[in-house]
């Protein structure tokens, strides 16, 4: 296990880097890529004296306050949302669990909004006022949604798409409606409902950061857990699991990454779906393995997303949603399809 | 909420502020630029909703130096303009409209005026305006909800926003419907699938606009009026370009406009063509119509000014923005504050808009 995860988290690694080093390139100003470098060289102690300034201010602002913040900012909001998806699905055992189906996501929005729009933005608690009444709101929505798709016990896979997008479009009205009504320097009301990383510095990096380590941490601890989950629950329970408790830990936790991410990047759909199945095509259905991989995963996959959407129609950004929703909702699709045929072990996951 | 929405819309003018350009298209009449409309097409479930109650978010404005004829002032000018006594010839010369008269408006329709029009709509604040410089106070029936300029426009009847209170103007039975670019052509259709007359402006620039106001003059038999109205235009429009005429060209600043939040200008717009006549260039000048702030670009543009609404940007975000410190503007602290309606309707208060956004560029340039 651990030689597997050297080597396919070894891969993405270098993956993520060459990544950088591409994303670091693409942009609405044109910079050589000899100059980039430079300039990101410049700034490291000890060995920035070797690459003298030949580049003007505005081009090191560009780089370094611009682009870099915003890609490493992309990373962080993909890599928490496919762990919070990974982690959905394997103590849910559903394959279509994600924050973004299950509601959560939209619920997170809901809560930053209202803090938003009510200028609470560093009320009581500063700089963690805002991901924790996202968190608040968003394991609320989840409680609801399990609450109605619950049958008998059971969390049918119907009952739970159809509880998360009632859940989903009420709340995103709610959000509609708040912006509307509001005379508050807010966000304009597309970055709630299809997410953006546009004109975000390092701040938003910083407070991102110890969620996504410390919660991508503790939902790996758990991966072994989310093993027994796959087995059934009653299973688990004879194996010595608590499975009551670590569910509902694991799925707070969850819940916690997903509205941290969703408080600086808005509601960005699908990324938990994607990536977990992706990672399981490659690398199988260990949750040691899957989990880690799918922080990697989710940090490469948003970091394109993300390219995509600020240089595909040149200077005019497209909303980081619509790229993860082009090519999230058919992938859906296809997942749906599958676990109606019961193929592929889905089926079992209907529980 | 209906009452709130007529009576008080400053109540509602932060509105902008969440909402990336309905206010600013309703307020210029303005359609919105294709960028926008990709936008648009994503939120087509909720657009309306915030439509609907982003109506009534125009601000308010006090510009004194606008011709706002009081009743008295209306009632001298029709009799005889002391103002364009030195050209008297001319304007007695133009001062009467011959009935019927036909005119082909913005949808290439050819409209017919058997009459001056005893009884006026207008759908947008930028035609209103200009009714009421005309001194058509009397005539005026119905405007649309975002009208509030001047004070006496607040009191007449509401017809709608964006979307028309069709019955409202019905019952209105106006001789015409006066609209601009925000009411589509389709929405004009309908309207006249309803027997009622329509005509419709669509001026893309500053001389689009005199042009239109004279055409206002022309259909209600108000010329003199017109041509005061123009006249003064034109005399702040060229006290403007001579003062940018003599500019050096080293001299030239760029601007960056933000007249919604995290979002600009580019060619295409009044707003744009204001920061060209003024002799500066428009950081976003690349771009057209409004799009999203690509920081990138603003940052290498390194603009010397930043202007930005009045009414639903605040500056520090700008400032505070990653990497925006270097920028000369901000480094300088150039950034200035303008009267949104000033600048975005196509009206009879553009050029003082002109002159506003002259002086914030090139402070003590204008004699």
Known sequence: MIRRLGGYGGAGVLLLLLSLIFTLRIGSVELPAGRIFSILMHELPGIGKWFPRIWDAGEAQIVLKVRLPRIVLAALVGAALAVAGAAFQGVLRNPLADPFTLGVSSGSSLGAALIIFFGLRTALLGQWTL?????????????????????RGKLPIYGLLLAGVVMQSFLGAIVTFLSALSDRPVNEILFWTMGSLNLRGWSYSLVLLPYVLIGGMFLWANAGAMNLFALGERRAGQLGLNTERTKMTVLLVATLVTAAAVSVSGVIGFVGLIVPHMIRLIAGPDYRLLVPLSALGGALFLMWADTLARSLLGGTEIPLGVITAFAGAPFFALLLQRSKRGKGGYGSWTG | MKTGLEENSNEFAGQEKADPMQNERLNSGKRPAPAYRFGQMLLTGTAALLLTLS??????????????????????????????????????????????????????????????????????????????????????????????????????????????????????????????DVTDDATVESLRGLGL???????????????????????????????????????????????????????????????????????????????????????????????????????????????????????????????????????????????????????????????????????????
């Open chain 1, 131 to 151: 991901p924790l009444t996202a968190f608040v709101t968003g394991a609320l929505t989840l409680a609801i949604v399990l609450a109605l798709a619950r049958d």
């Open chain 2, 55 to 180: 109506l009534a978010a125009c601000g308010q404005s006090q510009s004194v130096a606008a011709p706002e004829p009081t009743e008295t002032e209306t009632q001298t000018a029709e009799q005889a303009p002391a103002e364009a006594a030195d050209t008297t010839e001319a304007v007695e010369a133009a001062s009467q409209t011959v009935y019927p008269l036909t005119l082909t408006d913005a949808t290439g329709t050819e409209v017919t005026f058997d009459a001056a029009p005893a009884k006026i709509v207008s759908l947008a604040p930028s035609e209103t305006e200009t009714l009421f410089a005309l001194g058509l106070d009397e005539q005026i029936v119905g405007v649309s909800d975002n009208d509030d300029y001047p004070d006496a426009a607040k009191s007449k009847p509401k017809m709608g926003g964006f979307e028309l209170n069709t019955e409202a103007i019905a019952a209105a039975q106006p001789d015409i419907v006066f609209v601009a």
């Open chain 2, 197 to 367: 007359s329509v005509f419709k402006f669509n001026p893309d620039t500053l001389e689009d606009v005199i042009d239109d106001i004279a055409t206002y003059g022309e259909i209600t038999d108000r010329q003199e009026e017109a041509k005061d109205v123009t006249d003064k235009m034109r005399a702040d429009m060229e006290k403007v370009r001579t003062a940018a005429a003599s500019i050096d060209e080293a001299d030239r600043k760029t601007v960056y406009l933000e007249f919604s939040p995290g979002w600009t200008v580019g060619k295409g717009e009044f707003m744009d063509e204001l920061i060209s006549a003024s002799g500066a260039i428009n950081a976003a000048e690349a771009t057209t119509g409004w799009s999203e702030v690509d920081a990138e670009a603003v940052i290498q543009a390194d603009p010397d000014v930043i202007l930005y609404s009045q009414l639903s940007v605040d500056p520090k975000t700008i400032k505070d923005r990653s990497g925006w410190a270097a920028i000369a503007a901000v480094e300088n602290d150039q950034l200035f504050a303008i009267d949104d309606n000033l600048v975005s309707r196509p009206g009879p208060r553009l050029s003082e808009g002109l002159i506003e956004v002259f002086n914030a560029i090139y402070p003590d340039a204008l004699q």
